[in-house]
């Protein structure tokens, strides 16, 4: 009988390659047909759980999997309605994203999400006149237009909208019309709200508020920290905000 040579009784058998080429297509697969918009955090933890916890060793006896099935079930029906709360405002990022490339390429627009809800920034310096609450509608109707449209979009029905003016931290002119930063930064967030309630938006669906330079979102020591500072803030609020 032949001598094993040193080192054959570690070689895997040959349909052990086969298997493993078989997993990580099927893995390949999963990844591509994942989409992130339909998982919760909680199926987040529930998965690096899994993976923590679920190696070799904890495959016999299928308690691992048993414990994971159940709970993932249980996480699932809880989760329903923020699920597709989630999956709804993921699908409105995506088309705001859309609507307004051109102006995001450009600084004009961002668009954010945050604990307040879905955020379209408009730019202060884009779309008012210096040191005023009067919008320059030659330079942005059509936008302004695009936007009316997107908020009063059947996707958005139902949804509560907010309006937050907000300036740099230099002091306004006192010869001017403004006593303050609050002043100016609550009448910008005016001046958008009439012009879009002009389109026919329901006045009743919004909320407006001026923060002045309390909320600043870039540093007030240069130039292009103010300008970005000088903003407001279209928020399409999560139900926790209402």
Partial sequence: ??????????????????????????????????????????????????????????MPGGNTLSAGRAADLGNT????????????????MRRAVSVFSPEIQTNKIKV????????????????????SARINIEATREILLRLGTYLDSR????????IEGHTDAVDVDPNGPWEDNWQLSVERSRAVLR???????????????GFAATVPVSTNETEEGRANNRRVDVIILDEGHL
């Avoid at 954010?112 to 040191?131: K, N, Q, W």
């Avoid at 996707?155 to 907010?162: H, M, P, S, V, W």
């Fill in 1 to 58: 009988m032949a001598k094993k040579k040193k080192g054959d009784e570690l070689k895997p058998p040959d349909w052990l390659t086969t298997y493993s080429d078989m997993i990580t297509l099927c893995l390949c697969f999963f990844v591509i047909m994942f989409n992130p918009d339909d998982v919760t955090q909680g199926q987040l933890d529930a998965i690096s759980t899994s993976m923590r916890q679920g190696g070799i060793g904890a």
């Fill in 77 to 92: 029906i809880q989760s329903l309605p923020s699920m597709e709360r989630g999956r709804v405002m993921g699908t409105a």
């Fill in 112 to 131: 954010t999400h945050d604990e307040r809800g879905l955020v379209i920034t408009l730019a202060g310096d884009a779309f008012f006149y210096p040191a």
């Fill in 155 to 162: 996707e958005l029905a139902g949804r509560k909208f907010r």
């Fill in 195 to 209: 012009y879009l309630t002009a389109l026919g938006i329901n006045e009743n669906k919004f909320q407006i508020a």
